[in-house]
DNA sequence: AATTTAATGTACTAGATAGTTAAATACGTC
DNA sequence: GACGTATTTAACTATCTAGTACATTAAATT
């Protein structure tokens, strides 16, 4: 009869007087799943090492994700989602067609230079070849914003005889993402080939601007 | 007595008639290697599974690699070199230098769409901080080449007075370099998110054609 | 021919790792 | 305030995986 209490008490331990929170746990744990997944990869990053640093235990984040692929495809999500934010941010409408472009290249530059947590997920992606992108509706309907910023920006310098014609809003974003996302993703493997002078402070504001440069001598008619 | 006999036949099945071939062995677990780690990563690859995929054992592997590390680290090194000959292949000093440059651009976008596990091992040792590149001086002493190349096209762009002066051939190498690899790389994520337009064989060659004239026009004077 | 060394095959193991079982505690609702 | 559901804990397991021990055969050397 007296034992019981007892026994109880024994194994209790420190588990006395904990408040519920279930968005704090699920945030939590996706903060550090990011970590871990950009960090190590899909089959690199450790489960054990995800919950030791979680606030909570291993069995929430099978409780609260199923598996290891749900928390990294839940963390993908959240990883596109967040970055778009970001790039809401982005205000240019009425300057003048080259300088709104020159904004935009510069600020994608600084804005995935500022991210490189998010480049490596999209890095991890493609090893993986998109399968758990190609699983997301949401994020598919993330970009379509991308393409339209571009698109507003060129129209405007075609119609003011600024920008030459005949190009497409698709292939000038695609040309800043690949100067924006490469400075970050090789940024290793070429600054361990060639030098680390383009990735200090300085080299980093010289190639921002040679990016806007670059992307600027590409759309307009004449040379400013 | 003659139970010795019998016992050694029966355990000695297909093991009767093979020859020795190290080079053979070695290279080809290589090759193998190389399938496998590009595909999956370092952490993702399985030893069993190349092993198995090999005309040899998984002893063989460690006989010849030491452990898993080893042999991704020569599987590095093997694909900068075997890249690296490949680059070789490319004769274009006497052309005029905006000719070069253009035959230097395209050649650079052909041959990392030719070599996919190539880029898949440079981004899976990006993921890595570069941290097996780091300890390779075999592979760091490839790529000095490269820089000369362009810088050669440079200056003889710049005294004919075609060539803007002012730039870096570190720089264009890291332009060139950039869309040729971005073209790749993000390949997968770039296609899900904004449709497959790009990727197509024509795709393709029109946005060959746009590395060359981003290059060009970044490079260039005046515009052709 | 005998002996040594290099190369190969087979079977195994210790530890790591994703995922589970079972039970306890907080919280909302009647 | 009793009851059911959501949340949390701790300990456990089956499997996967890098790496090894040990035996054996081909070639080189003497």
Redesign the interface.
């Known amino acids: 009869m007296t034992n019981d209490d007892s026994n109880v008490m024994e194994t209790s331990g420190n588990r006395a007087g904990w408040k519920q929170d279930p968005e704090g746990v699920r945030s939590n744990i996706l903060a550090i799943a990011l970590e871990e997944f950009s960090r190590?990869?899909?089959?690199?990053a450790r489960m054990d090492e995800i919950a030791a640093r979680t606030r909570t235990s291993k069995r929430m984040i099978y409780y609260y994700f199923q598996d290891k692929e749900g928390l990294y495809r839940r963390v993908l999500e959240e990883a596109y989602r967040k970055v778009r934010r970001g790039e809401e941010a982005l205000e240019l409408d009425h300057s003048a067609p080259q300088d709104a472009l020159r904004q935009l290249v510069e600020f994608t530059f600084d804005h995935h230079s500022r991210n490189p947590d998010f480049i490596?997920l999209?890095?991890?992606?493609?090893?993986h070849?998109?399968e758990y992108?190609?699983q997301s509706e949401v994020?598919?309907n993330l970009?379509a914003a991308a393409?339209a910023r571009v698109q507003i920006i060129y129209d405007k310098g075609v119609s003011d005889g600024v920008f030459r014609p005949g190009l497409t809003s698709?292939?000038i974003?695609?040309?800043i993402?690949?100067?924006s996302?490469?400075?970050v993703?090789?940024?290793?493997?070429?600054?361990?080939?060639?030098?680390e002078?383009?990735f200090s402070e300085s080299g980093q504001t010289t190639?921002r601007t040679?990016a806007s440069?670059?992307v600027l001598?590409?759309v307009c008619k004449?040379?400013s």
Chains 1, 2 share one sequence.
């Open positions: 190590n990869g899909l089959s690199g490596r999209v890095m991890i992606e493609n090893i070849h998109g992108l190609r994020i598919r970009n393409i698709l292939r974003h695609w040309l993402s690949a100067l996302f490469f400075n993703s090789n940024q290793k493997s070429f600054s361990l080939l060639f030098g002078d383009l190639l040679q440069e670059t001598r590409y004449d040379l």
